[in-house]
């Protein structure tokens, strides 16, 4: 997911006033996963349900996860997309980001 993209979606919740996108979650959670090890299911303990998933022809699953919060004085937007293999394995972390704005 682009910095665009997480920019944009920042700015439409901040139009709209005080709100919310997606489940908040921690991104040391995220730098504890070990691919190989972690799980999806353990993934989504941790993370909440994911903003998306896609399984590509190799059955591999891109699956991202996306919070934002905005109020009136500050904006909050984090997001993180993740590898499993076919055996819904971690393989990768392909994109991790995380923004705060006044």
């Given at each position: 997911?682009?910095?665009?993209?997480?920019?944009?979606?920042?700015?439409?919740?901040?139009?709209?006033?005080?709100?919310?996108?997606?489940?908040?979650?921690?991104?040391?959670?995220?730098?504890?996963?070990?691919?190989?090890?972690?799980?999806?299911?353990?993934?989504?303990?941790?993370?909440?349900?994911?903003y998306?998933?896609?399984?590509?022809t190799?059955?591999?699953k891109?699956?991202?996860?996306?919070?934002?919060?905005?109020?009136?004085?500050?904006?909050?937007?984090?997001?993180?997309?993740?590898?499993?293999?076919?055996?819904?394995?971690?393989?990768?972390?392909?994109?991790?980001?995380?923004?705060?704005?006044?």
């Open positions: 997911m682009s910095v665009r993209f997480m920019s944009m979606l920042a700015g439409a919740v901040m139009i709209a006033g005080c709100a919310s996108v997606g489940q908040d979650f921690n991104m040391s959670d995220v730098d504890a996963f070990k691919p190989g090890v972690t799980t999806l299911s353990d993934a989504k303990e941790k993370l909440g349900k994911p998306s998933e896609s399984v590509d190799f059955g591999r891109t699956v991202i996860w996306v919070s934002s919060q905005a109020g009136l004085t500050k904006v909050r937007s984090k997001g993180v997309s993740i590898i499993f293999d076919r055996n819904e394995k971690m393989q990768s972390v392909v994109h991790k980001s995380s923004t705060e704005a006044n």
